[in-house]
């Protein structure tokens, strides 16, 4: 990870035409106190005031990434607004004396986002995921949707020297909605890195969203979700990619909030 080399750079987008919202602190993370419907609702929002900035999602490894690194902190506390998206952070929340009444999965909220698009008239940009992912994604997205506008997408698997035409590129298509869905943190790194550049209106980390969208990843059972296990059912998928994240996060994560270190 590349920190972006001035942190005061670090735009700060403009809330009026954002209704007040209750925060609360996790980490030094401010974490919006809202329901799914309430997310919702600050998006249309943004999108009917003509506000532009980034919406970002905070779970255990986002606040891990923000305790370590600056720039990734400032990047989250600089959105329109950060929700949380995982039980990890509710439980945090709540070893700290204070609430958060849901998670919000992007690879839900997704399907907000498109309802509101639509209903609106508006265009979407979709990058990241694999090529043969981000195909389906769209797809199935058409099925349900059969008048989204998508503007333009492209896949996530990049060589760095690529990363401005891209960028240019979704500029020229003046989006109102752009998913960036690369992971964390290379999607916050390159939002940060061609935010001036773009002519989005309203950008949204996606994570994985666009994988589980075309059915190339599962969800795990509800059960799962609601007892907060879904990083159980996510190791057991990718051990490999996520067994650092999961088996050491989780508890350095905990180890913060106990001691506030």
């Not at 940060?192 to 990843?217: E, M, P, Q, T």
């Amino acid at each position: 990870m590349i920190s972006p080399p001035n942190i005061s750079l670090i735009p700060r987008p403009a809330r009026s035409g954002v209704s007040p919202f209750e925060q609360i602190d996790v980490l030094g993370v401010q974490v919006g106190v809202l329901t799914r419907h309430k997310v919702t609702s600050l998006l249309r929002e943004c999108l009917d005031n003509g506000v532009r900035g980034w919406i970002s999602y905070a779970n255990v490894h986002a606040l891990n990434l923000a305790h370590d690194h600056p720039w990734f902190r400032l990047f989250l506390n600089n959105s329109l607004f950060t929700y949380c998206d995982g039980q990890g952070v509710r439980l945090g929340a709540a070893l700290l004396g204070k609430s958060l009444p849901e998670r919000i999965v992007m690879s839900d909220w997704i399907y907000d986002v498109c309802e509101a698009s639509v209903a609106r008239g508006l265009r979407l940009y979709l990058l990241g995921s694999t090529e043969d992912s981000l195909t389906q994604a769209i797809i199935n997205l058409k099925q349900l949707y059969p008048d989204i506008q998508i503007a333009g997408s492209h896949h996530g698997y990049f060589p760095e020297i690529e990363a401005e035409l891209i960028a240019q590129s979704i500029s020229k298509l003046n989006p109102d909605i752009l998913i960036v869905g690369m992971g964390m943190p290379l999607q916050e790194e390159w939002i940060l890195r061609h935010y001036d550049r773009l002519n989005a209106r309203v950008i949204l980390n996606g994570g994985s969203c666009l994988d589980y969208v075309s059915g190339f990843k599962k969800r795990c059972p509800a059960w799962m979700g609601v007892m907060g296990l879904e990083w159980a059912y996510r190791l057991m998928q990718e051990p490999r990619r996520l067994w650092k994240r999961y088996l050491l996060g989780n508890p350095l994560f905990l180890f913060r909030i106990l001691t506030g270190r």
